[in-house]
């Protein structure tokens, strides 16, 4: 089945300092979405991209699905930041009925 | 509500009960996900309807888990006779059309405990 690969696993930031979390995936996708999950464990909607770039806030992402990865950018990093960032794809051809295939996400943690 | 919502937010389940977790998608979404994550991963799916048809159950780990959309709205995931390996956070996704070429939504997810 399709791999997702997220970098890096866990990382530590200053707030305001910048980030740039990765998602390389191993097979063509129709569906690629970017999630926080936060301390209470609810999955909140960053981005539906499954090409091209977006900008929301101080978030954007961008995802070349040509060459199977896709980036989230976090700028101005605030406390609020932390928590567990998910990528999630869904494969483009049969066998997949629109199931979410999960990274292991990236552990983000802002320092005050 | 605006969003998807399940209840209860937590359960705790001796080993050998049977549970009963509901998921209310959003209003009109087709599509409806059942997903189960444990502790440090990811989600990872369990079950597909699209309104009333269960069209794919191959995540379900073992014939105890049970899932239901009987009138197309909301769902049930049923897990009978508990084992503390199905201790996790089940989350439930809904979204608009069939076949999930679309935004995916999720609810605020149960924590099953399993003693």
């Known amino acids: 089945g399709i791999q997702v690969e997220q970098s890096p696993p866990d990382l530590i930031l200053q707030e305001g300092a910048n980030s740039t979390l990765r998602c390389n995936f191993s097979?063509?996708?129709?569906?690629l979405q970017w999630f926080h999950q936060n301390p209470w464990g609810q999955l909140i909607n960053l981005f539906y991209?499954?090409?091209g770039t977006k900008q929301n806030g101080r978030l954007s992402a961008t995802t070349v699905a040509t060459e199977r990865y896709s980036l989230l950018y976090i700028s101005s990093s605030q406390t609020t930041d932390s928590g567990v960032y998910f990528c999630?794809?869904?494969?483009?051809?049969?066998?997949?009925?629109?199931?979410?295939?999960f990274g292991k996400g990236t552990k983000l943690s802002v320092k005050p | 509500g605006a969003g998807v919502s399940q209840s209860p937010r937590y359960k705790v389940a001796k080993r050998g009960q049977d549970v009963a977790l509901r998921c209310d998608p959003i209003?009109?979404?087709?599509?409806l996900f059942w997903y189960q994550q444990a502790l440090g991963q990811g989600p990872e799916f369990l079950t597909y309807f699209q309104n009333e048809a269960q069209l794919d159950k191959s995540g379900l780990p073992s014939d105890r888990f049970f899932a239901e959309r009987p009138e197309g709205s909301v769902s049930t995931l049923k897990i009978q006779r508990t084992q503390q390996e199905d201790s996790a956070v089940y989350l439930c996704a809904s979204s608009f059309y069939s076949g999930g070429h679309d935004e995916q939504f999720f609810g605020p997810g149960t924590r099953l405990t399993v003693l």
């Open positions: 991209i499954p090409s």
């Open positions: 209003s009109g979404h087709v599509s």
């Open positions: 097979d063509s996708v129709n569906n």
């Open positions: 999630a794809v869904r494969m483009n051809y049969g066998g997949s009925q629109g199931n979410l295939i």
